[in-house]
């Protein structure tokens, strides 16, 4: 089992169909033990209920990634629970519907600060507090370290139409998943982006002509077809796990091989 004795942070479940879920479920199969954060009460019995079919036990925090207090209150619980933490998994993103509908030319100041905040910044504000957990050498022979994941898409990189404010958040996204790989490279801490194609979930259903999307990627990928949450979770717990001992600062593309088309 890849992920066996190792304890991880999901961030971003609110429904079985979200990429998180699909993560937690596949780095459970492989031996992790797993804490979840869900954003508000509105969440959490849908949280608490997935949760519980993986393990009854898991330790779960309410926590909007833009409340430095709640954020503080995660860690600390992890840290009487747990004392020390090996993974965290980042699939967090939001902007204003508005956003997403028009040209990004007409982005908002507040519509930009919040999709930055939420979707870039989060990845930072959780890292941040995660690194005290993850220098705690554990195990036998004791080691530190630990592996953090964070979902981004295409759209950070070209055009994608409608995308808007959300590509330029991802793209700050995959700056700091390499500037926090530099910095806690030392500490033996991997961070790398995870590029999913499109997946029907629900922060996916708030970006127009979504399903044109898919339509699009199936019939021009090389691989003629959409990923799967379980083409996206592999590849996850694949990044988690020692498999990728050697690699940190990369985005990796899970898309059916969408991004190496030029025309
Ligand atoms: P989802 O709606 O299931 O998950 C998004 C999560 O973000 C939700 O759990 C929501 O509660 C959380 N969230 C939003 N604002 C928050 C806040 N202020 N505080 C705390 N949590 C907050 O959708 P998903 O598609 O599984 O999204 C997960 C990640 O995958 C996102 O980063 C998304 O951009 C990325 N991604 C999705 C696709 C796709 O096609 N679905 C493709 C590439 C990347």
């Known amino acids: 089992m890849l992920l066996a004795g190792k304890k991880g942070l999901i961030v971003g479940v609110a429904n079985k169909r979200s990429i998180a879920w699909g993560i937690a ?93 939420v979707s870039s910044y989060s990845l930072t504000a959780l890292a941040r507090r995660a690194v005290p957990l993850m220098t705690i050498p554990r195990g036998l022979p004791p080691v530190a370290g630990g592996s953090v994941v964070a979902l981004t898409y295409y759209g950070a990189e070209k055009v994608i139409p409608r995308y808007n404010v959300m590509g330029v958040a991802k793209a700050a996204l995959e700056a700091s998943v390499r500037y926090l790989a530099y910095d806690l490279g030392p500490k033996h801490i991997r961070v790398n982006a995870l590029s999913s194609g499109p997946v029907q979930t629900l922060a996916a259903r708030g970006i127009s002509g979504f399903s044109d999307m898919m339509k699009h990627v199936e019939s021009r990928a090389p ?11 592999h590849a996850a717990v694949f990044l988690l796990s020692p498999l990728a001992a050697g690699i940190t600062g990369e985005t990796l593309h899970v898309d059916c091989g969408y991004h190496i088309i030029g025309m």
């Open 223 to 233: 691989l003629r077809r959409n990923v799967t949450l379980e083409d996206v979770a």
């Open 25 to 117: 479920q596949a780095a459970a199969r492989e031996g992790a033990t797993l804490a979840y954060t869900y954003q508000g009460e509105r969440l959490k019995a849908n949280v608490e209920e997935l949760a519980k079919t993986l393990d009854p036990t898991a330790p779960l925090y309410d926590c909007d990634v833009t409340n430095d207090a709640q954020l503080d209150a995660v860690f600390q619980g992890i840290q009487s629970s747990w004392g020390a933490l090996d993974f965290l998994v980042h699939a967090v993103a939001f902007a204003k519907r508005e956003e997403l509908e028009g040209e990004f030319v007409g982005t908002s100041r507040d519509g930009y600060a919040l999709a930055l905040d």
